[in-house]
């Protein structure tokens, strides 16, 4: 099979271009990446390349060895994926020891997967390990909401946990561990893929300071949904300070969140659920 008419690579193209749409993606802003089934990587073989020069990741991540992974490429456009697929994205197995990668597929015209493909990949490995195989999908993206308020709320976990929570009863429910942040730092590099990493151990929404978002999950749908509904909490709470300057009415409190934990069967940490 031709890996264009494969399900899991139209799949892939449909959230890079549902992304671009809501306006995350500006220019090369964000980047995908997929952890290939075995048997999608059995249907697309012969359409594979595996003579392709290995190159060092940057990092290690000897719990992926062996696994072929879709990204999108270092520079290239979400608008785009869409449009020219083998020019935006690649194919990359890794090695037997997780520490080189090789393109067999796609980037015809040039290029290496995202600059951030040490953070995906470390990422890919705690949550492979973390949900025994169940995620398959790391997302970063520039929602605007959510990159503002890293300039307002304090950088930490708690803060972002509760403040978003807070903005709409179902964001409880859809990301109950919660929302790791991680500081100002230099993107693209082995630190900040540790830091993000170390945060995606207990957490599958991590919010680079000035940044963006990472986000995982088992599939195209639900990776894309936790981004969207995070998103959309920031802006509900970005309009709710921009009325009222930081005060609210009403708001849902610690008790209703844990009445809400006993009837949706979630578990929500204590840490988040502090008195104000
Ligand atoms: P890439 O074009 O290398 O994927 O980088 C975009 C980005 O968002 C970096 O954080
Ligand atoms: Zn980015």
Not at 20 to 26: P, T
Not at 58 to 70: K, Q, W
Not at 214 to 236: N, P, Q, R, W, Y
Not at 256 to 272: I, N, Q, S
Request: aromatic share 10%; glycine share 10%; hydrophobic share 40%.
């Amino acid at each position: 099979m031709k890996v264009l008419d494969a399900e899991f690579m139209k799949g892939f193209m449909r959230m890079a271009d549902d992304g671009w749409q809501q306006g995350w993606h500006e220019r090369n802003g964000g980047n995908l990446t997929y952890r290939m089934k075995a048997e999608e990587v059995e249907a697309v073989r012969e359409d594979l390349s595996f003579d392709g020069e290995w190159k060092e990741i940057g990092t290690s991540v000897p719990g992926l060895a062996g696994e072929f992974f879709v990204s999108t490429g270092s520079g290239k456009y979400m608008r785009n994926v869409m449009r020219a697929p083998e020019d935006s994205c690649a194919i990359c197995e890794i090695d037997e020891a997780g520490e080189k990668y090789r393109v067999c597929w796609g980037l015809v015209n040039g290029g290496r997967p995202t600059s951030e493909f040490p953070s995906h990949l470390m990422n890919h490995e705690v949550k492979k390990a973390a949900t025994n195989g169940a995620h398959r999908v790391i997302y970063h993206a520039h929602p605007a909401n959510t990159i503002a308020l890293t300039f307002v709320l304090p950088l930490t976990d708690e803060a972002f946990t509760r403040e978003l929570w807070e903005m709409a009863t179902e964001c409880p429910v859809v990301f109950p561990s919660g929302i790791g942040v991680v500081p100002w730092m230099v993107p693209g590099g082995r630190d900040i893929a540790v830091a993000t990493s170390e945060l995606m151990k207990q957490y599958d929404v991590a919010i680079w300071a000035h940044h963006g978002m990472f986000c995982s999950g088992e599939d195209f749908d639900l990776t894309f949904g936790l981004m969207h509904t995070v998103e959309k909490s920031a802006e509900i709470l970005v309009k709710v300070l921009s009325i009222t300057g930081g005060t609210k009415r009403q708001t849902i409190q610690p008790d209703d969140f844990r009445h809400l934990a006993v009837d949706f069967g979630v578990t929500l940490p204590e840490k988040f659920l502090y008195e104000k």
